[in-house]
């Protein structure tokens, strides 16, 4: 195709002018397809009618396209929606050689559309009506989840023929077998599980293909790169390569979030070179395949030139294996060029040589004829020239592209063409901006700016205003200098925000040398803490809670514990990582164990354990930490029951645990190590980051570890794993979502009803709820809900609340005033407690809040409690607990109904029938809205009553309709007896009766309620 540009370069795609989805391409044939929006158009480009030709709409769908892909012989194609549905069709008869028709898909609309000549008014781009319907025919559904589709992709075809399609969402990843509707419908969702398991239970961003190498770019910006051939794990990434989450579209994640996918090229023979956008340049490494490693570029590999982005990129283009077209936020697009492809892959380096600015930000790119053509997120595209060219090699068969510079604003006369594969400089530069290629090797110097017009100049004058910067100013003072170049500036020289550093629930350390003594932790059983001796001797003293029924413990510390937790049937203890020294005599590691109150059968235990420690090692005793368990009761007979054990040399312990069973260690190497209560060791497992804090009670076990890098505002990014340590088994995981921006993890714990907390450094407390069931494998689904906003309850700035425990739906703490950090731990402290309130919205009844909130809490900590209950399988719902738990919080819903309908707000009354869970409070309510009159409320509470616990067969339903005249007397005092005390509901309203002729409130209902 001949392309020739005009001063209005952009065309339509047929799609929707606006920037809310992103908009992308598919090469089908000989052709190019455009697609995304909420109008469900699939165009085509066609050259024709207009100088730089046409989008015309091929095809229409009920739903938003998120996803196309085509098979290589094309005779598979897939649809993916924005309801989570994907659709396959096939074309079994189709010959990709054959040059002379169209693609099926497309055949009837472009075959059509091909007989108008030039200059036919009607171009019909819009509201064409030469779709294929026929088309449903020869397509079968394909595999559909919960939520919109993010990409597809069509593997090799297997020996036996058979079309595998992978298909990414924003639930997951899985390969089916598309090659008809019966295989597919019998294809098990290879990867699923895994991709769930690597991908922490997220979402999928997009997908690539290399050869057998798939790569998944999650939604939460981890990348992980897959065998296909052998469906197996290669490698999952340490840390996030995009910063910024996509929250999915299900939340509105904005066009350019959701334009994010990975690109793969080869990188040599046995590699390839593995490409993720988010960043403000290219994000490059080398994945060996022989070796099964992957190394990282230079952070130094691309040279910005002082043309880069200043805003993250969202869509890449390789266009050879020296050439990548980057598009960003900033409408931004760069053209990167290898300065040295002779080089070892990895020691290759890249410059910017170009930039155009785009009318709105590109979020998919294609080239094509010579063509570089850019899908805007405003529904439109802009094309701009290319032309080929070589590496320079005499006889070179690489066929690659590089733009031709244009204008986009400048008529297209006085642009010239621009080959950056030669050296010699443009004829004129008008409108260009173009880096000087013989100053890129120049050592040490910065790359030549050339270039007119306004732009040039502004380029020059930072070039200028960036040598004369003192690095000793502060961003600050470098903002009050230079502000017009404050967007380049501040993102070369943000700060680093590190990640925190791990501890312990409730853990002090000491605010000045005259304290000695500090917390392990202090939780529901009791507190622990150590008091500094001479000589590193320590003391530990665990005391506990009910000090009426168990008396406090004290033994000395050998061995310098650093880290502790106590639990129902111990505490688990940890040192630092052990001095190798050698020593000559075994017993003189003894000296200090006399503090240790030991028996002298326990002492020749020890020495004997520590002999076979040094017989088995090359360098005397273990380096590793020492972990310790002091057990409350023993079936042996010992004065200090204690275990011990060492963990390899250099793995140091930085968490610990323990619970009903159980205990466990977090280490340095991301290991969580199990062991029994009684010293048995048991599983060992991966964590997914480095370990954070951990915190166990009865069965269960929360870990927390970092996710990825923290946000340039400080926010760290964690995740969480919730174990039943008791059975093995993973009960939830997921982000860390509960912290405030700019804020870290400062507290971790259980409540007494066994569900998890986490406070932040901003005093917020949230409680982890499941909130439904995940479609794809049945698990549920968790998120974090805020419960306690200590910040309002805080009497100046410089006070905190110190937390300890959650008993009953309060926070048990220590008031801190003055700024102080940590409480005294040479004086019992005084705990207050705080009462939960969810920072719900003010509403235009202030006497309702209380009930709202209340109401709100119980039921989250009942299903909590539900759930809890079930994991082992056991039918909780219809135990006689359940059932008085559930007339507990449904007193609190009647009296919020009871309210709604005292003020009119009928509405809200029904919509609060939900919350009800026995039959007979439905019941209480339906003579509510009776005793009112509201008839037409007590019908609708009586379908939903009759919709949750419908009759069984032959049951009657409890109403006799003969009976149409009975009066049934509901006086205020039966319903308080039913509804509640004014404990449940302390700002009850007054108690307003319906009055009838003889001073009795009364019921006209025509039914008699049995």
């Known amino acids: ?49 207009t100088a730089n030709g046409e989008f015309l709409i091929v095809q229409r769908y009920d739903d938003g396209v998120r996803a ?152 939460d910006g981890r990348l992980c790169l897959w ?68 190394q990282e570029f230079e952070p130094s590999a691309f040279d ?59 979020t998919d790119l294609y080239m094509m004829d010579n063509k570089l053509i850019a899908a805007c997120s405003n529904g439109n595209c802009q094309l701009l020239d290319a032309k080929p060219f070589s590496d320079g090699k005499k006889g070179s068969s690489t066929p690659t592209s590089v733009l031709k510079s244009k204008s986009m604003d400048a008529p297209s006369d006085e642009d010239e063409d621009i080959d950056f594969g030669s050296s010699e400089e443009p004829k004129s530069n008008k409108g260009v901006r173009f880096v000087d290629d013989e100053a890129d090797e120049d050592d040490g110097q910065n790359a030549d700016v050339a270039g007119g017009g306004d732009d040039s100049r502004q380029l020059d004058a930072f070039e200028k205003s960036e040598n004369n910067i003192n690095h000793n100013d502060s961003i600050e003072d470098l903002i009050d200098t230079h502000h017009e170049m404050v967007p ?20 002090t350390f000491p605010d000045n040398e005259n304290e000695v003594r500090r917390f392990f932790c202090w939780n529901h059983i009791g507190s622990a803490t150590i008091l500094e001796g001479e000589e590193d001797v320590n003391t530990v003293d665990i005391h506990f809670t009910d000090s009426a029924f168990k008396k406090s413990i004290s033994f000395t510390d050998g061995v310098g514990l650093i880290i502790g937790s106590i639990g129902e049937e111990g505490g688990i203890f940890a040192s630092g990582l052990q001095n190798g020294d050698d020593e000559d005599d075994v017993g003189n590691d003894m000296e200090d164990f ?114 990825s890098q923290p946000l340039d505002d400080g926010t760290q990014q964690l995740g969480y794993t919730l174990w039943d340590a008791s059975g093995f088994r993973v009960v939830a995981q997921g982000s860390v979502s509960c912290l405030s921006k700019g804020a870290k993890l400062t507290w971790v714990g259980f409540s007494n009803e066994l569900s998890l907390f986490a406070m932040d450094s901003d005093g917020m407390v949230s409680m982890l709820v499941a909130a439904g069931d995940c479609t794809s494998i049945g698990a549920p689904l968790w998120e974090w809900c805020p419960v306690l906003d200590t910040v309002g309850l805080r009497k100046s700035k410089d ?37 939960f309130r969810m920072p719900l919205s003010r509403s235009g009844f202030k006497n309702h809040m209380d009930l709202e909130e209340a109401s709100v809490r119980a039921n989250l900590a009942l299903s909590q409690k539900k759930l809890i209950n079930e994991l082992d399988g056991e039918m909780y719902d219809e135990s006689d607990e359940y059932r008085a738990l559930c007339t507990d919080v449904d007193k609190v819903t009647l009296k919020l109904i009871y309210n709604k309908i005292c003020d009119g707000q009928l509405d809200a009354a029904l919509g609060l029938v939900a919350r009800l869970h026995l039959e007979e409070t ?63 509901s302390p700002e009850a309203q007054p108690k307003r009766a319906v009055q009838s002729e003889d001073g009795i409130a009364v019921i006209s209902k025509k039914r008699r309620y049995d």
């Not at 020739?4 to 929707?16: F, K, M, T, V, Y």
């Not at 500036?489 to 409730?506: C, D, G, T």
């Not at 739906?809 to 005294?824: M, R």
């Open 488 to 507: 380049s500036l501040y993102s070369r020289m943000r700060r680093k925000v590190e990640p925190q550093e791990s501890f312990s629930p409730s853990e």
């Open 799 to 835: 006070d905190s609340y110190w937390p300890i425990t959650v008993v009953n739906g309060k926070l048990v703490s220590i008031p801190l005033k003055g700024g102080k950090k940590y409480p005294d731990a040479s004086r019992r402290p005084v705990t207050t407690t705080l009462g």
């Open 1 to 49: 195709m001949d392309f020739s540009l005009s001063e209005e370069s952009h065309l339509s795609l047929g799609l929707e002018d606006d920037e809310v989805h992103p908009r992308r391409f598919l090469r089908l044939g000989t052709n190019l397809l455009a697609y995304g929006g909420d109008n469900g158009n699939v165009s085509c480009f066609r050259s024709g009618n």
């Open 68 to 219: 196309m892909t085509v098979s290589k012989d094309g005779k598979r194609l897939a649809v993916g929606f924005e309801t989570g549905e994907t659709r396959v069709y096939a074309f079994d008869d189709y010959d990709i050689n054959d040059k002379s028709k169209f693609h099926p898909y497309i055949e009837k609309a472009m075959s059509r559309k091909s007989t108008e000549v030039d200059g036919d008014t009607d171009n019909n781009l819009l509201q064409s009506q030469d779709v294929d319907d026929s088309l449903e025919d020869e397509s079968f559904l394909g595999p559909e989840f919960s939520s919109p589709i993010r990409d597809l992709l069509f593997l090799e075809q297997t020996e036996q023929g058979d079309y595998r399609m992978v298909v990414a969402s924003e639930e997951g990843m899985c390969i089916v077998n598309a090659s008809n509707f019966e295989k597919m419908s019998n294809s098990p969702h290879l990867l699923a599980r895994e991709s769930k398991e690597h991908h922490d239970n997220g979402g999928i961003r997009g997908l690539a293909l290399f050869g057998g190498t798939l790569a998944s770019l999650a939604m």
């Open 594 to 707: 006399g503090g240790w109150n030991m028996s002298e059968h326990t002492k020749a235990a020890v020495r004997r354990d520590q002999k076979r420690n040094k017989k088995g090692s090359d360098n005397g005793e273990p380096k590793g930490s020492q972990v310790l368990f002091y057990k409350y009761e023993s079936l042996e007979n010992k004065r200090f029951p204690i275990w011990s054990i060492n963990l390899p040399d250099g793995e140091e312990v930085v968490g610990a645990s323990c619970g009903i069973g159980w205990s466990a260690v977090a280490t340095s190497r991301r290991f969580v190590r199990f062991f029994s209560s009684g010293g048995a060791q048991a599983e060992i497992v991966w964590l997914k980051g480095e370990p954070v804090t951990m915190v166990g009670r009865d069965r269960f076990m929360a870990i927390f570890y970092h996710d």
């Open 304 to 362: 910005e030139a002082g043309i880069g982005h200043i805003e993250p990129i969202v869509a890449m283009l390789v266009c050879s294996n020296n050439w990548i077209v980057s598009s960003g936020r900033d409408n931004r697009l760069v053209v990167w060029r290898c300065r040295n492809e002779k080089d070892a892959v990895l020691d290759r380096k890249w410059i910017a040589v170009h930039r155009f600015e785009l009318k709105s930000p590109a």
């Open 922 to 984: 439905f019941t209480i309510a339906i003579k509510m809205a009776d005793r009112f009159r509201h008839n037409k409320l007590s019908d609708y509470i009586e379908e939903e009553m009759l919709r949750r616990f419908p009759p069984s067969d032959g049951e009657d339903d409890g109403y006799d309709d003969n009976d149409a005249h009975h009066d049934d007397v509901y006086t205020d005092d039966r319903f308080d007896k039913l509804s509640g005390s004014s404990q449940i």
């Open 227 to 294: 065998d296909v051939e052998e469906y197996k794990l290669l490698v999952r990434e340490t840390l996030t390569c995009i910063s910024k989450k996509d929250v999915g579209e299900i939340h509105d994640a904005d066009a350019y979030d959701r334009s994010c996918r990975p690109l793969l090229f080869s990188g040599s023979d046995t590699s390839m070179v593995v490409v993720t956008p988010g960043n403000l340049k290219p994000f490059l490494r080398l994945w060996n395949n022989d070796k099964k490693e992957e």
